[in-house]
């Protein structure tokens, strides 16, 4: 059986051992090619002026025209002096018909020894099949690159999810839908960069990712070695401490996205190394960046699907402004009927707590503000339609918020929200703490609960954000948005491995 029968019968499953027998084929093929004066690999370029998709979306103007274009091999059906070859470009397929007169006999007898996957360049003259297929005829055939690998046949496809992450060059050649996910993933970035300089006038910076201190959150770092100065360093978990820095020094509006990095577990809503855009807004607060927020993915859902209902895995979400606001405290009132907006000691929020079932070991050294975030993520989080969204979540306690301002209502609270889409939190909000005595006392309570092995993921003393503070940061509203999220919803990813091009994978075994 040859190769062609293989990758093109819709009968035909491939095993292992028949995938080993053609990459063997091919092999053989191109080493004769290359005795015969005709090694692929010699080609450098190859003159591009028409796409797939242009030609066919402007057929009535192209038509008879002559076009140069080049793609992969996806289809191949012989008729002995004629045959029909189907090439993929960045646009999407086109048929393109071969016949021996077109390009020449001996020509003709080297192209039927080409494979599925081959690259080719053609040139020749757009037209019409009887069968109404918009076509291009063949005058001049190139291979420009030999494939040695047995693409997934299309019927088959490419559909072991573990492979399709690992070798995610396959899946793009093979599943079309993966690559629109990945254009509307430009799309959107390119969107959320628009909406933060065009409508609200952020600068684009970029701040570290390799730091002695790893703030701005709550998470394990990836931590190295730095040889020439011989000194422990961290991957960035957020880029929030340095954005702030910017902001005292006089840059008002600055934003940065990139990647973080969390030493964490990983699911469906969670990478190691994930896209994070985080912005800060001199003289703004929290309902400033709230506005930034709704923008940012209503705006970014009318580019990519021409709508602001995001459908996501048979669910409607419209994100249009405003939106919903939702107070933790009273979230919690409402779903358990324990209210600690009437309660002040943590002694009495801990009774109230293992009353109503929270375990009373695991929360013996909980403060009240602690047991409302707990009890927030255990009882309300899962709550149908509660955190639907979108939803703005306000009202966190001081103890989970080292770097958001009092309320000044209710200095238990902070000027902080988290918002909502699908249950999933997307964005992380403050009116930033600038008052430097207050963050030294914060940042140092939440070194005392590390040091004490009490919480590893809490806040490290940064020193030198806190001499920043002194010299003074001015009233500043601070966004932080998980791109990556925002992706999954607006494309209908099912995970968040769907949307990151090359995902973090277990280890193969040797």
């Not at 979306?57 to 289809?75: D, H, L, P, T």
């Not at 996957?117 to 020749?124: F, K, L, M, R, S």
């Not at 919690?332 to 009927?337: L, W």
């Amino acid at each position: 059986m040859s190769n062609q029968e293989i990758n093109t019968s819709p009968d035909t499953e491939l095993t292992q051992e028949n995938i080993n027998e053609q990459s063997q084929i091919r092999r053989e093929k191109l080493a004769k090619l290359q005795a015969e004066g005709r090694n692929p690999y010699l080609h450098e370029t190859w003159e591009v002026n028409a796409h797939s998709g242009n030609i066919k979306k402007n057929f009535e103007a192209m038509e008879g025209q002559e076009v140069s274009c080049a793609g992969r091999i996806m289809a191949f059906r012989q008729m002995g002096k004629a045959s029909f070859i189907d090439i993929q470009d960045k646009q999407g397929r086109i048929q393109c018909y071969v016949r021996k007169d077109g390009i020449g006999e001996e020509n003709y007898e080297y192209f039927k020894t080409y494979d599925i996957g081959d690259i080719v360049g053609i040139e020749g003259t757009v037209f019409v099949t009887r069968h109404g297929e918009i076509s291009i005829r063949v005058s001049v055939l190139e291979l420009l690159t030999k494939s040695l690998q047995v693409l997934p046949d299309k019927f088959h496809g490419l559909k072991d999810v573990d492979i399709r992450y690992r070798q995610r060059y396959l899946d793009l050649i093979v599943n079309e839908d993966v690559k629109e996910t990945f254009i509307k993933r430009t799309n959107i970035l390119h969107t959320v960069k628009r909406v933060l300089e065009d409508d609200f006038g952020f600068l684009e910076v970029e701040t570290p990712i390799l730091s002695p201190v790893s703030g701005g959150a709550n998470a394990k770092p990836f931590l190295t070695h730095h040889n020439s100065l011989d000194m422990e360093l961290g991957m960035r978990i957020a880029n929030e401490l340095y954005l702030k820095r910017l902001i005292v020094g006089g840059l008002d509006r600055v934003y940065e996205m990139g990647k973080m990095f969390r030493n964490e577990g990983m699911d469906r809503n969670h990478n190691p190394e994930f896209t994070n855009m985080e912005c800060y807004m001199a003289y703004g607060n929290m309902e400033s960046v709230m506005d930034v927020t709704e923008q940012v993915v209503y705006k970014a859902a009318i580019a990519c699907n021409g709508t602001p209902i995001i459908s996501y895995q048979g669910k409607d979400f419209d994100v249009t402004p405003p939106w919903r606001k939702l107070d933790m405290t009273d979230a919690v009132r409402d779903v358990t009927g324990v209210d600690f907006n009437k309660i002040d000691s943590d002694e009495e929020a801990r009774k109230e707590a293992i009353d109503y079932g929270m375990n009373k070991e695991n929360v013996k050294d909980f403060t009240r503000g602690k047991l409302i975030a707990e009890m927030f993520e255990d009882y309300c989080e899962d709550v149908p339609g509660l955190l639907d969204g979108p939803v703005f979540v306000t009202g966190h306690p001081v103890e989970v918020s080292p770097l958001a301002k009092r309320d000044p209502e209710d200095p238990r609270k902070t000027r902080r929200f988290e918002a909502y889409i699908n249950g999933w939190e997307i964005a992380n909000a403050f009116s930033e703490l600038n008052d430097p005595i207050d963050q030294f006392e914060r940042f140092s309570e939440q070194q005392a609960q590390r040091d004490a092995g009490k919480d590893d993921e809490a806040h490290p003393m940064d020193m030198d954000f806190v001499n920043a503070l002194e010299v003074g940061l001015p009233p500043t509203g601070g966004l932080g948005i998980g791109i990556d999220r925002v992706i999954m919803l607006i494309t209908n990813s099912p995970t968040i491995r769907d949307v990151i091009l090359f995902p973090t994978m277990k280890a193969l075994d040797k």
